[in-house]
């Protein structure tokens, strides 16, 4: 099993930044791949970032490119996802992800308990 859990989220202005921060326990050596999704209300989680073992391959949604970066400390069994430029739109729970790789939710087999962002206009 491993354990996901999240950090980091509160409240801030448009145009601000933050960092959310993800730390793995448990059977860290089977998280090779992280990601993170979100989720607002009344809406399905989607997908907003993912990073393989390494930290050489990134994934993406078309909504935050540019806007947000995904990085992890192997060493600290740590992802964490620099979010810049914030907009209203991005308040949502924000959810760390292991065990699995892509886009789709159900690709990952682990799953933090969320942390939330919101974002005043």
């Known amino acids: 099993q491993v354990q996901l859990v999240e950090s980091g989220g509160g409240l801030v202005q448009a145009g601000g930044s933050l960092r959310l921060s993800c730390a793995a326990s448990?059977?860290?050596?089977?998280?090779?791949?992280m990601g993170w999704f979100r989720q607002a209300p009344g809406k399905e989680r989607e997908f907003v970032t993912a990073?393989?073992?390494?930290?050489?391959?990134?994934l993406y949604a078309d909504s935050v490119k540019g806007r947000f970066t995904i990085s992890r400390d192997n060493a600290k069994n740590t992802v964490y996802l620099q979010m810049n430029s914030l907009k209203p739109e991005d308040t949502a729970v924000y959810y760390c992800?292991?065990?699995?790789?892509?886009?789709?939710?159900?690709?990952?087999?682990?799953w933090g308990q969320g942390t939330q962002v919101t974002v005043s206009s």
């Open positions: 990073v393989n073992w390494s930290g050489a391959n990134t």
């Open positions: 992800a292991a065990g699995g790789w892509g886009t789709v939710s159900t690709d990952y087999a682990y």
């Open positions: 448990g059977r860290t050596r089977s998280t090779y791949s």
